[in-house]
């Protein structure tokens, strides 16, 4: 008995021994495991932080990217000629026109009011302080192109740039994309205020400002044609109006005798927006702008677009190459990201909330949604087709000139916000409906709609709150 108790003491002290070891031997392997443990999380810790680190840090060159790309953008946008100089002043002298006879160049000049009667408009912001008060004192004259000089001097007229000799008279003048895609808000006085990029310019008469210049031979051996046709079409286009095909195909007229040129659109809202212009087929908003910068404004760069080699439709590009410019150098191609960038960040301006009957606006909506289908084409919130937003003139009702001068041969879905800052000059690229109801009308009767008067009222004021 005494012999087994002492094994069992025995036993039971050999298993507390045990016991011992195994729990020392479990806290040495907890602790390892936590020490283990510890040292894979600081590390897994560790690569994580440095993985946000890396992440930061290309985010914050992103975010920096994108800054950098508005301003950019924004200088090119409002300032950048891409070398059109070499069209708007060493052949269309229009430099000598600006300045008049008074100061060295030919003519009368143009005078602050004569640049504002055409359209031109003149940005507040860059005008000196003391010269605001002289304005508002009446003692600065109107009249005298020497003043016009001295607003481009000072960067004012939108879009027009001006370089100066030493004796003080204008050298060269080139264009910018803000001369027809940006407007004022008349803050100072009618055509002088704060600017408003993106927004079409419909008071300028680009046909009344080409047609200013003293040599158009640039044009009559371009359009292989004489002076006197080509002062007409100028003349024929009138305010917030431009051909941009003309130069490809040499329309000037309709079919029915009209002008051909188009209604300058706004050039906000764009992102999202597949196909650009009145026509679409032409491209995205970067094809559009190197097409513009090189082919209508004069600049020195690169443009390719075998499309223009197509001399049955485009006569007069093909005989210039347009469809291959190599310019001997390129002041265009390195903008081309920074402009993309600055113009799909420019949103459609929102209208203020008295600016239309708020209740009318929430019925129309519903028509505009339901019963009219016009969301069918222009679908919100982009109001055009996400794809390929484009359709033949027989889908919209109307004739199908203006679209057959566009690769696709089709009109694009106009994207609706904004237009509430556009009214002047009328609706569609020509502006054949002159007021929102007219279009309204015109989808009532080539849709058969059958809406009453107060639905079409509603349409209205939901078009006029987008
Ligand atoms: C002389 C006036 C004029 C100048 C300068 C001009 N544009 Fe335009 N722009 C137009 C007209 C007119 C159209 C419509 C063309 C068409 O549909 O055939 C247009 C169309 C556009 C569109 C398409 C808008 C839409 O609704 O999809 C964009 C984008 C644009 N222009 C950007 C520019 C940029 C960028 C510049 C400068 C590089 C520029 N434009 C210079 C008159 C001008
Ligand atoms: C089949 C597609 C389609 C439908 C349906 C449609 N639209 Fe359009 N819409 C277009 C196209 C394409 C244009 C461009 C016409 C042009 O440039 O001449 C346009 C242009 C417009 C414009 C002129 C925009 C501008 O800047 O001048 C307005 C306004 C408009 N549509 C409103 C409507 C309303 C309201 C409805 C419904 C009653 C409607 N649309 C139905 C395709 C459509």
């Not at 950048?80 to 269309?92: E, N, Q, R, S």
């Not at 404004?297 to 690169?302: A, K, L, Y």
């Not at 058969?448 to 509603?458: P, T, W």
Request: contains cysteine; charged residues 20%; glycine residues 10%.
């Amino acid at each position: 008995m005494n012999g087994k108790n002492r094994n069992d003491k025995t036993n039971s002290l050999i298993s507390l021994a045990k016991v011992i070891k195994l729990a020392v031997i479990l806290v040495f392997v907890a602790f390892g495991f936590g020490f283990l443990t510890k040292g894979i999380w600081s590390q897994s810790e560790r690569t994580n932080k440095e993985r946000d680190q890396k992440e930061t840090s290309f985010d914050s060159q992103i975010s920096n990217n994108a800054q950098q790309m508005i301003a950019e953008g924004r200088r090119i946008f409002r300032f950048d000629t891409f070398g059109d100089k070499a069209f708007w002043t060493d052949k269309l002298k229009l430099h000598q026109a600006i300045e008049g006879s008074k100061l060295g160049g030919v003519g009368p000049g143009v005078s602050p009011k004569t640049a504002l009667s055409v359209g031109l408009k003149v940005d507040m912001d860059a005008l000196p302080e003391s010269l605001v008060q002289q304005i508002k004192a009446g003692k600065i004259d109107l009249d005298d192109p020497a003043t016009t000089l001295a607003l481009i001097k000072l960067d004012a007229v939108l879009g027009m740039k001006g370089s100066f000799n030493s004796n003080g008279s204008l050298k060269s003048v080139g264009l910018s994309c803000a001369v027809c895609h940006s407007n004022v808000d008349d803050a100072f006085m009618p055509g002088v205020g704060h600017r408003l990029d993106g927004w079409a310019n419909r008071d300028l008469n680009s046909g009344a400002i080409i047609l200013l210049a003293p040599d158009l031979s640039a044009f009559t051996k371009l359009l292989n044609t004489d002076e006197a046709t080509v002062k007409k079409v100028l003349a024929a286009w009138g305010p917030g109006k431009f051909d941009a095909e003309l130069n490809l195909d040499g329309k000037g007229f309709r079919p029915d005798g009209k002008s051909a040129a188009t209604l300058i659109p706004p050039a906000f809202g764009l992102a999202g927006v597949n196909n650009h212009t009145w026509t679409g087929g032409w491209g995205t908003v970067t094809y559009w702008n190197a097409f513009v910068a090189n082919l209508e404004m004069g600049g020195q760069g690169v443009f390719f677009d075998e499309r223009l080699n197509n001399a049955a439709q485009y006569p007069v590009a093909a005989r210039a190459g347009f469809g291959n410019k190599r310019s001997g150098a390129d002041m265009i191609t390195s903008k081309l990201a920074a402009l993309h960038f600055y113009q799909l960040a420019i949103p459609a301006p929102i209208p203020s909330e008295d600016s239309y009957d708020r209740a009318a606006a929430m019925r129309g909506e519903k028509i505009f949604n339901g019963k009219a289908n016009c969301a069918q084409c222009h679908v919100p919130p982009l109001f055009t087709e996400p794809g390929w937003n484009t359709h033949k003139a027989t889908d919209i009702g109307i004739d199908d000139f203006q679209a057959n001068r566009s690769p696709d041969k089709t009109y694009r879905t106009s994207p609706l916000r904004g237009l509430w800052t556009h009214t002047k000059g009328g609706f569609y690229h020509d502006g054949r409906f002159a007021t929102l109801l007219d279009v309204v009308n015109h989808y009532n009767d080539f849709k058969r709609l059958k809406l009453s008067e107060q639905e079409k009222r509603d349409l209205v004021e939901y078009l006029k709150s987008l």
